[in-house]
């Protein structure tokens, strides 16, 4: 019997304005990416475990787990057990900063956990997924996703300020980051971002290494990606994306966009188009 063959998808579901939804089946790659909106990640009952790394620590998710992401954050695959189903939840900040008002937030919500095996958030995911695959009424969708999202703010998201800096994370590493947001596109140097984390090169890469999972380069590179699919989704050309988010050419972007996401960014345009 051959193998089943792996397939990644972006839906946008009309019914739920600022929400994206990735489906992966029979999915074994490692991923790496730079995180812009809160992201909720959902492994089906397909056996599977895999090792990620978070805020500068390591994670094992495994089937029926639910994991957390945040804008400004990073995480990267270390190891998987085999292919694997999951589904994932993007919402935009907007979204959750709408939805934090109506049930009395104040702030920043946040995730201080990276992960949850509760088996309510699992099955109200789930059965949200469900309704995006379908058949189900805009009305079915947006009611499963307003549960989801107001158990979230309930249960598992904490208020914080937006000027308080995520605990743990070295003031050094935080001006790294803050100067490879700003400058993802150019050819920073190593002794420009030692210069501005005031240490040394080898220091420099090891304190960003150990907070975030990877060395700065490997950062630069996933903040171009997220870059580069917010143009994608507003069809500009893809040699175009490539040049204005810092890639040699079009074939370096394409390279890289599959490592990082499994689908090329031809692919993933057309999807774009297609909605």
Known sequence: ??????????????????????????????????????????????????????????????????????????????????????????????VVARAAVEVGYRGTPHFPHAQSFDRRLYRLFTRLHASVEGPATDLEQQSRFAEGLRLLLEGWMESRNVSVKPVGEPEAVRRMRSHLDEHYARNVSLQELAGVARLTRFHAIRVFTRQMGMPPHAYQVRRRIARARELLKRDFPIAQVAADVGFYDQSHLTDYFRRSLGVTPGAYRRRERGR
Not at 29 to 49: I, M, P, Q
Not at 77 to 94: A, C, D, K, L, Q
């Open 1 to 94: 019997m051959s193998e089943e063959k792996e397939s990644i998808r972006f839906l946008r579901p009309s019914a739920l304005p600022g929400v994206e939804i990735i489906q992966g089946d029979n999915v074994s790659r490692l991923f790496s990416v730079f995180h812009t909106c809160y992201e909720v990640s959902t492994v089906l009952k397909k056996a599977v475990a895999s090792d990620w790394i978070y805020r500068g620590k390591h994670h094992q998710t495994a089937s029926y787990g639910t994991s957390f992401m945040e804008p400004g954050e990073t995480h990267h695959n270390t190891s998987i057990s085999g292919p694997g189903n999951f589904r994932v939840v993007i919402i935009s900040p907007e």
